[in-house]
């Protein structure tokens, strides 16, 4: 029973995190796909939701590494996972600043916000699956 809802807590907790980072992608997708023209579509809309969705799922509650001797290297899912997680909120929260002050930055800030924001998903993507298959 008590593992039960310790599992059942886990998975509301992923979910939860994987609807963050679908709200993340939301903000994201809104900015850019209003600043460039070809990206202002609900099929990228929907892209970067789940691509935020698959990050957060996956990159923000990655399996550690065991703490020895024997596993003294630098734990790269943990690295990526935390600088993917960073790059990808902080793009967010410049993105829903830019919404909300209705701010109208550089074009350059704007291919910025999406390349920071893909390399940052891809990195906890690629965390969560590196820490999954040490498993």
Request: net charge positive.
């Amino acid at each position: 029973m008590r593992f039960g809802v310790r599992k059942t807590a886990h998975v509301f907790e992923r979910v939860g995190l994987a609807m963050a980072g679908a709200a993340c992608g939301l903000f994201v997708g809104a900015y850019v796909g209003s600043a460039i023209a070809p990206l202002t579509t609900q099929g990228f809309l929907l892209l970067m939701m789940l691509l935020g969705a698959v990050g957060f799922y996956l990159g923000i509650d990655t399996p550690q590494m065991p703490f020895d001797d024997a596993h003294s290297a630098i734990d790269a899912a943990e690295f990526l996972s935390s600088a993917g997680t960073l790059c990808a909120t902080l793009t967010a929260l410049a993105s829903v600043a830019v919404i909300v002050l209705r701010l109208d930055p550089h074009m350059a800030w704007t291919w910025l916000v999406l390349l920071g924001w893909t390399a940052g998903v891809a990195m906890q993507i690629v965390a969560g699956a590196k820490a999954r298959m040490r498993k």
